[in-house]
């Protein structure tokens, strides 16, 4: 069965440095997503994607934030300077079109020191 | 914010039925119910969705009132392997771009 995948499993970084985490979606899907959940809280939107440009993005996903598609498989979320606040799990989905379920992925915990 | 009520959380005995409810009564005509779970910090995983007919897989039924504003998640044989935070979200669906906007969810414990 065709899953999304993400990797890291596990980043741990310095306040400041930048990270990329990395997901490759479902081979078919066109729609892409990224999601944090803050430990002990609500998984949060926080951007999508389509046809090679952010449709939609929440006040969370700042100019610190940004997302690309570097090649036909990978999705990657960029966090330029690192906060202490960003340390959560992040999670990457992807949907397509006549299926619009979106299936997540198994995350990658973010740890910011 | 999310436009869907659930219980906190609810319990239910290994083998029964786990009902799950679920109001959201200001759904529009083009959204979609969807349920999801996750287990401890895994990711979400979707189990079921409809629009305004019941229906049913391998994992669950979803029954969806007339007028739409409240459903219902049924595992019809609740293991312990079902223990986790079950999510009822309203959205577009994915190919019109909807974002899922995440609820506390309801924190279903099945017991031996």
């Known amino acids: 069965e065709p899953e999304v995948t993400q990797t890291p499993s596990h980043q741990v970084t310095q306040m400041g440095q930048e990270v990329i985490l990395r997901c490759v979606p479902i081979?078919?899907?066109?729609?892409f997503y990224w999601y944090r959940q803050i430990l002990g809280q609500k998984v949060e939107f926080l951007v999508s994607?389509?046809?090679?440009?952010?449709?939609?993005k929440s006040e969370i996903f700042d100019d610190q934030f940004s997302v690309e598609r570097p090649d036909g498989s990978n999705f990657t979320l960029k966090i330029r300077s690192t906060k202490l606040e960003d340390s959560a799990m992040y999670f990457c989905?992807?949907?397509?079109?006549?299926?619009?379920?979106?299936?997540f992925g198994p995350g990658t915990r973010l740890t910011v020191l | 914010d999310a436009k869907t009520t659930q219980p906190t959380s609810m319990d239910c005995a290994e083998g029964r039925a786990a009902n799950l409810p679920c109001n959201h009564s200001?759904?529009?005509?083009?959204?979609?119910v969807y349920w999801y779970r996750q287990i401890h910090s895994q990711g979400p995983q979707y189990i079921i969705h409809?629009?305004?007919n019941n229906e049913t897989n391998e994992m669950a039924s979803l029954i969806i009132t007339e007028d739409r504003k409240s459903s219902t998640l049924i595992l019809p044989h609740a293991t312990l392997r079902d223990t986790a935070v079950y999510y009822c979200?309203?959205?577009?669906?994915?190919?019109?771009?909807?974002?899922?906007?995440f609820g506390q969810g309801t924190e279903l414990s099945v017991k031996p």
């Open positions: 989905a992807s949907s397509g079109y006549e299926e619009a379920t979106q299936y």
């Open positions: 081979s078919n899907h066109l729609y």
């Open positions: 994607f389509y046809n090679n440009e952010i449709s939609e």
């Open positions: 200001t759904i529009s005509g083009n959204e979609y």
């Open positions: 409809g629009l305004k």
């Open positions: 979200i309203v959205s577009l669906g994915g190919n019109q771009g909807g974002k899922l906007i």
